[in-house]
């Protein structure tokens, strides 16, 4: 407040007695109204005075709130007259281009960017004046030393009180810091995908391992009923030849017929062909079970292929329980063919995987029985594997599906089977569920799409 007004408690001139002034009554009167409205004149300047300083007071602490906001900013922010001169800025702006505020303002908006950015930035301001929306965009920022900083730029206009086009303001993400950390998440992902991967083949691995006395067997039965056949055969060559030697060797016609029933030449004419498929059946059934196997432990990506999903199942229970040493009893309720479009080698691990526990569970009992069922249903299949074992604890249902859960001893399970089968079941557009039956005993429903999805994973 100016030191020379004076204040409510400063005393008025009206208060002074007139003859202390030396007027007369007439002259006291006129004298005592200029006075009183002197007085007013005063109060009023004192009151505009006060108003005045409560206004600055208020406008000091917007600006600070303004400021204080902008200085929390993580984002750059630009604003700029229609001519595109910078009017404000914020100081993560003044941080990021080293440069001080008071030379900024004024100065042009586009030359804040570098030089492969400048022709986008001179546009901005031509769009809004055409009254056109900018879309966010990457631009670079000068800094003093090192490349441009990228920050991703969003623009509106800013328009006065009349609603005219006043200037811009842009926002800018600096993206760098964006990129990195996209980066970190990326590379985690991958390492994630990996281990996961890694996991993937140590159940194989650890269920190939337990298959192994299965798949010899299965592979010794057509190897050798294809030794028997190539036995037999080796002996109709010997007769064949001795035949033809004597054939060739002017033997009389009756001493040939003696040998040709010596020999059972009709007989060898007769099995040659059975023989011959049957070896080749059996070199087919050899064919197919290595390929079962390579595609069983393959850790390459699965083509989708059809298969009859029924004779799937049928080695999926041969492999597994031809390695049990106490066979439970199996009973398959299925179509004789069922035809599937899908990952063959997945669905042979879930199988097995599905089999093995059941095998598991009941092992060792005389009475053990799984029964599998495969049917259709509203373009599913449906396989359900049940078991008569001792079922699954109720605290253990909600373990059942996750990495590394087992209630076998080491050597014996992974704790992986139910959690790879059933990501791979979801992966292919289906779902893997675990239930007790009332009778007594586990059961597994399988879900999946009778036509696979070529990009389900
Ligand atoms: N048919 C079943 N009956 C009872 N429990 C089961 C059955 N199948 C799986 N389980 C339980 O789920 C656990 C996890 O199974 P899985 O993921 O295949 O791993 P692993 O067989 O290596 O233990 C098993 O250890 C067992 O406790
Ligand atoms: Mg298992």
């Known amino acids: 407040m100016s030191p020379h007004l004076t204040t409510k408690e400063d005393q008025k001139l009206t208060d002074l007695p007139p003859e202390h002034l030396g007027l007369d009554h007439a002259g006291e009167e006129v004298w005592i109204d200029v006075i009183q409205k002197m007085d007013e004149v005063y109060a009023d300047l004192v009151q505009s005075q006060s108003d005045l300083e409560d206004k600055n007071a208020k406008l000091e602490e917007a600006d600070a709130f303004i400021r204080s906001v902008l200085g929390a900013m993580t984002d750059v922010l630009i604003v700029c007259d229609a001519a595109g001169h ?29 030089e492969d950015s400048r022709s986008k930035a001179a546009g901005f301001l031509d769009f809004l004046v055409q009254g056109k929306d900018i879309a966010p965009c990457d631009v670079g920022i000068l800094v003093p030393d090192g490349p441009p900083a990228i920050v991703s730029l969003s623009c509106t206009p800013r328009r006065d009180h009349r609603g005219r086009l006043a200037g811009l303001v842009a926002v800018g993400r600096p993206i760098g810091e964006l990129r990195r950390a996209y980066r970190e998440l990326a590379s985690a992902h991958r390492q994630l995908s990996e281990a996961h991967e890694r996991l993937l083949v140590s159940e194989k691995m650890a269920a190939l391992g337990r298959l192994v006395a299965g798949v010899a067997h299965e592979l010794n039965n057509p190897i050798s009923f294809v030794f028997g056949n190539m036995y037999a055969l080796k002996r109709y060559g010997s007769a064949i030849n001795k035949y033809l030697t004597a054939c060739n060797a002017e033997t009389s016609r009756h001493e040939m017929e003696l040998l040709r029933k010596e020999l059972k030449i009709d007989k060898i004419a007769r099995d040659i062909e059975p023989l011959v498929d049957g070896t080749l059946e059996g070199a087919v059934r050899v064919r197919d079970i290595v390929a079962d196997l390579r595609r069983f432990s393959s850790s390459q990506q699965e083509a989708l292929e059809t298969f009859n999903l029924v004779r799937l199942v049928h080695t999926a229970v041969d492999w597994v329980i031809k390695a049990q040493r106490t066979k439970p009893k199996i009973v398959v309720n299925a179509p004789d063919v069922l035809d599937v479009t899908g990952r063959k080698g997945q669905m042979h691990q879930i199988l097995v995987n599905l089999v093995q526990n059941a095998a598991d569970v009941v092992g060792g009992r ?92």
Request: net charge negative.
């Open 86 to 114: 910078i009017q404000q800025v914020n100081p993560e702006l003044l941080k990021i281009t080293g440069r001080d505020e008071q030379p900024l303002i004024g100065s042009s908006f586009v030359e804040l960017f570098c």
């Open 366 to 457: 005389e009475d053990g029985e799984i029964q599998i069922s495969c049917a259709c249903e509203n373009g599913m299949v449906v396989i359900r594997v049940a078991d008569n074992g001792t079922g699954i604890a109720p605290e253990e249902m909600d373990k059942l599906f996750e990495p590394f859960f087992t209630t076998k001893p080491i050597g014996s399970g992974t704790g992986l089977g139910l959690y790879v089968s059933y990501n791979m079941a979801v992966k292919q557009g289906g779902d893997l569920r675990a239930a007790n039956r009332p009778e007594g005993g586990a059961e597994f429903t399988l879900w999946i799409p009778e036509q696979g999805q070529p990009n389900d994973r």
